[in-house]
């Protein structure tokens, strides 16, 4: 018995530890800045305080759902097949912010956000296909991304043509129209 408590506490660990480098990842490549606030948004917007407690919030569920599917896989290969699916999830929710803020090119995150949806609807499936609860605790990932979508779909039509690094003088000209 003490050994399934530490397997699932080292579980717990390597679970938070992987949603912990996504989130700094992330992070790291996000700069809120001028060249940011220089963007047309639509006026439905979130203000930027609710992406850090929404993504925590998202993190801390993705790593809970990863723990209870990977607890009740079958098999190894199973197990095999969640693990590249949270990889590969992982990869591609890393990927965005730096398409976005650092080569300042929201039309390139949007076609890479659309692979990142498409990667958490493959990672409800797979982690549904072993516990509906886990499955469950996805969805607010699966909804906010696809809201995260629409917001930078909105972003690149009102905002667009998108070159690398954006001068800020062009976007301040432009905005001022």
């Known amino acids: 018995m003490m050994s399934l408590a530490a397997d699932r506490w080292m579980l717990i660990a390597i679970a938070t530890s992987m949603v912990g480098v996504v989130a700094l990842l992330g992070g790291l490549a996000t700069e809120v800045g001028e060249w940011y606030e220089g963007l047309r948004f639509p006026p439905w917007r979130p203000p930027n305080w609710i992406f850090g407690p929404a993504w925590t ?3 801390l569920l993705t790593a809970t759902s990863g723990v209870l599917a990977f ?15 949270f ?4 990869v591609l929710n890393v990927a965005w912010s730096p398409l976005f803020f650092k080569l300042r090119r929201p039309d390139w995150a949007m ?5 990142l949806w498409l990667s958490i609807h493959t990672l409800v499936i797979g982690v549904g296909a ?4 886990a499955a469950m605790l996805l969805t ?3 909804a906010w991304v696809s ?31």
Do not use: C, H
């Open 57 to 59: 919030l998202i993190f």
């Open 71 to 85: 607890e009740q896989a079958p098999d190894d290969g199973a197990r095999t097949r969640l693990l590249i699916l």
């Open 140 to 142: 607010p990932y699966f």
């Open 87 to 90: 990889v590969v999830n992982a």
């Open 130 to 133: 072993i516990s509906s609860f």
């Open 147 to 177: 809201f995260a979508g629409y917001l930078n779909w909105r972003m690149v039509v009102l905002n667009r043509p998108f070159t690398t690094y954006w001068p800020y003088s062009k976007r301040q000209t432009e905005a001022a129209e």
């Open 111 to 115: 076609a890479e956000l659309i692979l």
